[in-house]
Structure formats: structure tokens, C-alpha cells
């Protein structure tokens, strides 16, 4: 058994561990919250709104003059999305940071022209439509490892893959770059493991047994450096293809694979679901604020047109 799988039970905050009152607290640090779990057991931050300065990271991620690549697959009618999506990542997406907006679709001249700030640029990449939905989700794997190898690796630092039925709703910023990251599925940050939505079929390459798994990650916005990006995409897309020929699907296609690589591949940083609501879960609590958000869809009209 691979080790990175031995992680017992879902771990529970420990009652013994109380927070210290806050005048000791401030001391040691302001950025701290008592109400979320803040680090996984392999010590990776999860990022919630409070836990953190943007001050400080900003400054670190100038130095280095970072360019962060912008994912996006808008295929068929999905090029509706592109004008809100593009214009709130305009106004709150890395801001003062240099980024590439990389939008793969198969109607060129669809893509919406948005006027972009200093140092941001929108590359318009050509991709074939596949005639199942499924597949066109899935075919998102073999296009990002492909052109991480082709071209972004001379062209930026990090990436960031996500969904494009979105829209930015306040700041994503470097606070969510590291090299491999993933982000908690908002409808399961609360849930036990097995509620996880994970493929239970082990004829699958995506096969995830019951007593096993960390988190419940969503698909919808992932990333890291390019090199790990590459990786991952390489890995799922390589799975989705034996479970092809073996003729067999994952039950949520490559969200599957993407929850079973961070199984064996921990991610060294993970997202609270701040960074991917759907306002249809609500205003918890804890969600002190909603950044990147799922956008309503008709999806009779918008789908497989
Ligand atoms: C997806 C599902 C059914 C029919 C069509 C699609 C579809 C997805 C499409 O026609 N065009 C397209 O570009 N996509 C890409 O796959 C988009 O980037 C989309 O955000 C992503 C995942 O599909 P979603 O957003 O419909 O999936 P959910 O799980 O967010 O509903
Ligand atoms: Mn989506």
C-alpha cells in the first residue's frame, strides 16, 4: 500500500487544544482563525479569508516578478461566460501581478474583447469540440498537459485551471499559489469521508476505497507551478484514457481523477471554498467571503448546442 494513502480517520480538532484569548493571540499573530482547520496533517495552509497577509505576499510575489496563467475552456456555447468571467478577473484576479488569460475554445471569434490593465494579456488557443459533454470536460486533462509542455512553461510561473460558468466576486490573489493546489468542493468541506463523492468502482483507474481520502476536492479550480500542473494533467488524462479502453467512466469524469491524484500527490496548499461558492449552498458562517463564484446557467439552453 502506497503510504501516502495510510491516513487514518478524518481528523478532528482536538478539544484539548484550545485558542489562546486574543491579547495573547495578537501577539503571536493576527492572521489566525479558530473556527476552520487552517492546516492539513502533512502541513499544507488552507486558505480562508483572516489566515494570512496579502500585504507581505504581494510583496513576495513582486520580487519575483511572477506571471500567473489564467485557464479557461469556453467550447461551444459556453463562450457566454467569457465577457463576466474576463471582466471581474479584471477587477479582482491577481491584481498588480503580471497574468495570462488563456482561453481554449473552438469559436475564436467569439471571444469577447475586455479591456485589460498593465501586464495582463488574453492568448486565444484553437481546441477541437467533442460531441459528448463528458468528454468535452474530461479532454481538459490532455489539452493543459499538452500546452504546459508546448508553451506555458516558457511563459509563466504558475497556473490556475478553473471552470468558466464563473465570475470573480472579490480578491484571488497569490495567497493561493504554491505548487500544487487544490480546492475543497463546497458542497463537502463540512461532510465525513464517506460522503465523498469519490469513484467506488475499482475497475476504474480513479478507484478510491472507502477507508481512504483526505478531502473532497472540486475540479472546478485547481493548480501550481506549471511542472506540477503538467503532472497532474498528465496523470489524469493518462487514467482517463486506460479507463477508456477498458471501457469505463468515473462517475464525476475527471473531478474522479483529480481526487484520487491528490490521494497519492498531497497538494502543498489547499483552498477554502471561498474560492469556489455557489450561492445556491448559502451564506455560512464561516464563509467570510464568496471570491470566485458559480454563475447561473440554463442548462438546457446552454448545453451540448
Ligand atoms: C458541460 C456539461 C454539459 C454540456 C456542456 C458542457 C461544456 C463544458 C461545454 O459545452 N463547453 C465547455 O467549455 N465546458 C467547459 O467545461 C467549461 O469550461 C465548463 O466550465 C467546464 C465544466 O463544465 P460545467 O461548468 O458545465 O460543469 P459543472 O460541474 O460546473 O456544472
Ligand atoms: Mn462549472
Known amino acids: 500500500m502506497h503510504a501516502l494513502r495510510k491516513i487514518p480517520m478524518r481528523w478532528e480538532k482536538p478539544t484539548e ?3 489562546p484569548d486574543q491579547a495573547l493571540l495578537l501577539k503571536i499573530s493576527d492572521q489566525r482563525r479558530c ?34 496563467g489564467l485557464t479557461v475552456f469556453a467550447i461551444k456555447k459556453y463562450v457566454v ?25 473552438d469559436r475564436p471569434e467569439e471571444v469577447p474583447k475586455v479591456a485589460l490593465k498593465e501586464g495582463r494579456n488574453v492568448v486565444v488557443l484553437q481546441v477541437q469540440n467533442y460531441p459528448r459533454w463528458q468528454e468535452i470536460s474530461m479532454r481538459r486533462m490532455e489539452m493543459l498537459s499538452y500546452f504546459s509542455q ?3 512553461v ?15 466576486n472579490d480578491q484571488v490573489g497569490v495567497e493561493i499559489l504554491s505548487d500544487l ?4 468542493h463546497p458542497g463537502f468541506y463540512a461532510a465525513e ?11 476504474s483507474q480513479a478507484y478510491v476505497p472507502s477507508d481512504e481520502g483526505d478531502f473532497y476536492y472540486m475540479a472546478s479550480i485547481f493548480g501550481g507551478t506549471v511542472m506540477e500542473v503538467y503532472k497532474l494533467t498528465k496523470q489524469c488524462h493518462e487514467a482517463i484514457m486506460v479507463d477508456k479502453a477498458n471501457g469505463i467512466e468515473a462517475i464525476w469524469q475527471e473531478e474522479s481523477h483529480l481526487n484520487k491524484y491528490f490521494l497519492y500527490h498531497k497538494p502543498t496548499k489547499i483552498l477554502s471554498p471561498e474560492y469556489m461558492w455557489d ?9 467570510k467571503k464568496r471570491r470566485f463564484l458559480a454563475v447561473r446557467k440554463n442548462h438546457a439552453a446552454i448545453r451540448n448546442k
Not at 39 to 47: D, K, Q
Not at 82 to 104: D, P, S
Request: with cysteine; hydrophobic share 40%; charged share 20%.
Open 17 to 19: 487544544h484550545v485558542c
Open 35 to 68: 473556527d476552520v482547520l487552517m492546516m492539513t496533517p502533512w502541513f499544507a495552509p488552507i486558505v480562508w479569508e483572516g489566515t494570512y497577509n496579502s500585504e507581505i505576499l504581494n510583496e513576495q510575489f513582486r520580487q519575483r516578478n511572477v506571471t500567473v
Open 81 to 105: 461566460f467569457l465577457k463576466t468571467f474576463l471582466e471581474t478577473a479584471e477587477t479582482y484576479f491577481m491584481v498588480g501581478h503580471r497574468v495570462n488569460y488563456y482561453i481554449f475554445t
Open 150 to 152: 508546448q508553451r506555458f
Open 154 to 168: 516558457n511563459e509563466v510561473s504558475y497556473l490556475v485551471c478553473v471552470d468558466v460558468d464563473m465570475k470573480f
Open 181 to 184: 493546489f487544490g480546492t475543497l
Open 193 to 203: 469521508r464517506q460522503s465523498f463523492t469519490y469513484e467506488r468502482r475499482p475497475a
Open 279 to 287: 450561492d445556491n449552498l448559502g451564506r455560512p458562517e464561516i464563509l
